[in-house]
């Protein structure tokens, strides 16, 4: 994505993307600000190497786990509705955040945020 360097919004929704690790090569993504990835198959929310990152969008999709996520500086809007989360442990650490979406899940306690 090094050939991209001014690129600020990516929206792949609707694909058969499995992991977010081309995501994690942070070289490459210096501009990005939003990021669409709803309608996909993730089955779980990483580490996210996109320094400047203000949205991210992970509606339905097949997100378990949220535990190994540890936060991000400057995302301010996150959507996970209709996944499979129960355990919001690993969505602290959101400075910047004003706006989460956790709709149609599994939540069974607040506590994690």
């Known amino acids: 994505m090094s050939a991209l360097p001014n690129l600020v919004s990516l929206n792949v929704e609707r694909n058969n993307v ?3 690790k081309a995501l994690n090569v942070e070289e490459g993504w210096k501009s990005l600000r939003v990021l669409n990835l709803n309608f996909n198959k993730l089955t ?3 580490p996210i190497a996109i320094p400047n990152l203000m949205e991210l969008s992970l509606i339905e999709n097949k997100i378990e786990k949220v535990e190994t996520f540890g936060g991000h500086a400057k995302i301010k809007k ?25 709709g149609e899940n599994k939540v069974k306690s607040l506590n994690g945020l």
Request: proline share 3%; charged share 25%; glycine share 4%.
């Open 18 to 20: 499995k992991d977010m």
């Open 44 to 46: 779980e929310l990483v």
């Open 78 to 102: 996150m959507e996970l509705r209709r996944n499979k989360i129960s355990n919001l442990q690993g969505l602290s650490n959101l400075p910047e955040l004003t706006h989460i979406y956790l």
